[in-house]
């Protein structure tokens, strides 16, 4: 059997990438389970050409979405790195972005911000305020203009050796981003049809492209908002990395940090200690979640 990288999930199959860089069209076993882009497997080769995934190999992490009749489905796998993207305009959605936080948080993927746009902006306070309060908690974040080029040096140096994502509300410039990371997309896409055998107009939910100066980005555009799937309140408060150290010290272990008596979450944003903000938000995601699970 041959090791391969899962690159996309075309509609009739996968295409896997061989370590020679060879680009194959393979079939899933059924029993395998959702197959996701970024996915290492091992697949061997059948008529015609094309291959035959047999296994998966472990996960390093696995990012999932919440797909039809509530099922969760895999959006990309093996990710280390998800940039939250924001922007001046259109205003930023920050319960938009903590949820990505909670997600990654609860996926362990590491996450970080990018302010894109920043050739639109003097630096206006509405938008600089909340991202010192991340930057404060611990989540690095790099300013950009996918247009004009600034700060993309450092970005893509960021980048190298890593396999990233990025996220953010319709918007904010996902795709011009990826577009000024990768001029080559287009090519990289019809090689990959090609490739594949498959038609150019093959729809895909992910695809893995190499970037020309070192590490890999997984674009996902219908995808580009992963939800709450899989958490429940425990998970979303673990989520808010700045209230870690208080947890702990709440009078009750079920403690939801809402109007619970001796949360030590609440008294360290009475007293300063976590962003007020956030904190909102977090009851504001509690609420959606309970909605969701119709208990309280
Ligand atoms: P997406 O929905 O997140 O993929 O966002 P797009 O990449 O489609 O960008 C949305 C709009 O913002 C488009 O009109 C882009 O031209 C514009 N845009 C993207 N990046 C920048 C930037 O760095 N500066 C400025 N001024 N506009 C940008
Ligand atoms: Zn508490």
Redesign the pocket.
């Known amino acids: 059997m041959l090791q391969g990288l899962v690159i996309a999930h075309l509609g009739k199959g996968l295409a896997v990438e061989s370590p020679e860089g060879e680009i194959v069209l393979c079939h899933t076993r059924r029993r395998l389970g959702d197959v996701a882009v970024g996915d290492r497997v091992r697949w061997a080769p059948c008529e015609g050409g094309q291959g035959r995934v047999e296994e998966i190999l472990p996960r390093n992490t696995v990012l999932t979405r919440p797909g039809y009749a509530g099922k969760i489905r895999p959006v990309a796998a093996n990710l280390d790195r998800v940039f939250v993207?924001i922007?001046p305009?259109p205003e930023p959605d920050w319960l938009l972005v903590d949820q990505y936080l909670a997600v990654c948080e609860h996926c362990g993927i590491p996450a970080q911000l990018i302010f894109?746009?920043?050739?639109?902006t003097s630096g206006e306070a509405e938008v600089m305020g909340p991202l010192e309060d991340y930057r404060r908690i611990g989540y690095t974040t790099h300013r950009?203009?996918?247009?004009?080029g600034?700060g993309l040096a450092e970005l893509k140096h960021i980048l190298q050796g890593h396999c990233s994502m990025?996220a953010?509300?319709?918007?904010?410039?996902?795709?011009?981003?990826?577009?000024?990371l990768l001029p080559e997309k287009n090519l990289a896409t019809s090689t990959l049809s090609a490739k594949s055998g498959l038609g150019r107009h093959t729809t895909t939910t992910a695809t893995l492209y190499h970037l020309p100066e070192g590490g890999d980005l997984i674009d996902s555009?219908g995808v580009?908002v992963f939800g709450l799937a899989e958490i429940c309140g425990r998970e979303l408060a673990a989520g808010y990395r700045e209230f870690q150290p208080h947890i702990a010290r709440c009078q009750f272990n079920d403690c939801r940090h809402a109007n619970d008596k001796g949360c030590a979450v609440r008294a360290a944003v009475e007293s300063g200690q976590v962003c007020p903000a956030r904190y909102q938000r977090y009851l504001k995601l509690l609420d959606k979640l309970a909605a969701r699970s119709g208990t309280g």
């Open positions: 993207m922007a305009v894109n746009k920043l050739d639109l950009v203009s996918a247009r004009t600034m990025l953010g509300q319709s918007g904010v410039g996902k795709s011009s981003l990826t577009n000024a555009p580009a």
